[in-house]
């Protein structure tokens, strides 16, 4: 396999903050510097998507500080998501960053040949779903085993802020609609309200990302 879709639910909706996966740099509001890719190109393409499952933010993350995005695919709903094309190497450099790890980490991808979840660790990030087929590609997220705790946590101001961004370029909700979204997925619902998701949107009303 050459080429697949990473398919984005989280913080890497938004195109600027992929890029750091890429091409190397921080995040704004994020504390980590990453590497990037051992091949630095741009995705081959972006597109918007919508995939069936759920979200929820759980753990800590170590670069914003509270709860982080992950995916269920099991769940009962419609996840807004963005797909970047990108090569295999590519992806396996993303993951690792993801995992904490440099970039070349050797990793066997051939389970995403077939359907369903493939887990190649305990990790926050270490299980593969595929969650289709695009282009006779496919389609691929990460996230935590079933078997791994699922302790709620709401996320921060600015992780919200990176996920209002990437909702806002990949399918160009309203702040209102985006609010709604957000408010609604388990380990916000309760902590952060959708007038204050709002205010937040509000506050991050930059222009969208392209690629350059």
């Known amino acids: 396999m050459q080429q697949l879709w990473y398919v984005a639910y989280g913080s890497n909706l938004s195109l600027e903050r992929f890029r750091c996966y890429v091409l190397g740099g921080q995040p704004a509001g994020g504390s980590r510097r990453y590497p990037g890719c051992r091949d630095p190109r741009e995705p081959q393409a972006v597109v918007t998507l919508t995939i069936s499952g759920g979200i929820y933010f759980a753990g ?20 807004a998501a963005r797909g970047y094309l990108l ?45 289709g087929t695009r282009d006779g590609l496919p389609m691929v997220t990460f996230t935590c085993s079933r078997e791994a705790a699922r302790d709620l946590a709401a996320p921060t101001a600015d992780y919200l802020a990176t996920m209002i961004s990437g909702l806002r370029e990949a399918h160009g909700w309203t702040a209102a609609r985006i609010a709604d979204y957000l408010a609604a997925v388990p380990g916000a619902a309760g902590v952060w309200t959708a007038e204050q998701i709002a205010a937040l949107a509000a506050a991050n009303a930059a222009p969208a990302a392209t690629l350059r």
């Not at 040949?113 to 660790?121: K, Y």
């Open 87 to 131: 090569s295999a190497e590519q992806f396996v450099d993303v993951l690792a960053q993801e995992m904490r790890q440099a970039p070349g980490v050797e990793l066997d991808l051939s389970p995403v040949h077939g359907s369903g979840e493939h887990t190649f660790g305990p990790g926050r990030y270490e299980t593969l779903v595929r969650v």
């Open 60 to 79: 800590r993350s170590s670069v914003w500080g509270g709860g982080m995005a992950l995916y269920d695919s099991q769940a009962t709903g419609r996840v």
